[in-house]
């Protein structure tokens, strides 16, 4: 059992993953996994593995994983408030499930414009 401390496998840096050994009953201490995408699957096929503070920000852990003082829960990203959080369902569109509320733009008792206000969703 290997204790891995400290190390960035967010979305762009997991392909460090494929240069480590890792073995089932690893522990991971402080790592950040965070993914763009919630509900994405990580260490797929490892068993016994356990998280102690780690960020797991929309990752599903392998089947018998045990966390202990993780960050730990899914958030859809609009892209139009973090244009780097392009996912795998890519970028936003003008009108996304992500407005919270919108505003008109009258000129001359016209509606010439409409200003969009976003928030990225939890528990999706």
């Known amino acids: 059992m290997t204790i891995h401390k400290n190390i960035n496998f967010a979305k762009g840096h997991i392909t460090k993953l494929s240069s480590m050994s890792?073995?089932?009953?690893?522990?991971?201490?402080?790592?950040?996994?965070?993914q763009v995408d919630p509900?994405?699957?990580?260490?797929?096929g490892y068993t016994g593995l356990t998280f102690k503070s780690c960020n797991?920000?929309?990752?599903?852990?392998?089947?018998g994983a045990t966390?202990?003082?993780?960050?730990?829960?899914?958030?859809?990203?609009?892209?139009?408030?973090?244009?780097?959080?392009?996912?795998?369902?890519?970028v936003c569109a003008e009108n996304c499930s992500h407005i919270?509320?919108?505003?008109?733009?009258?000129?001359?008792?016209?509606?010439?414009?409409t200003i969009y206000h976003y928030t990225d969703t939890e528990g999706v």
Request: net charge negative; proline share 3%.
């Open 22 to 34: 890792i073995e089932n009953g690893d522990t991971f201490e402080q790592c950040n996994f965070t």
């Open 67 to 90: 966390k202990d003082g993780c960050l730990h829960l899914h958030r859809s990203f609009c892209t139009h408030l973090h244009p780097t959080k392009v996912g795998t369902s890519g």
């Open 39 to 44: 509900h994405t699957d990580i260490l797929v």
């Open 56 to 63: 797991l920000m929309n990752c599903v852990l392998p089947v």
């Open 100 to 113: 919270t509320s919108t505003d008109e733009v009258i000129i001359d008792s016209q509606a010439v414009a």
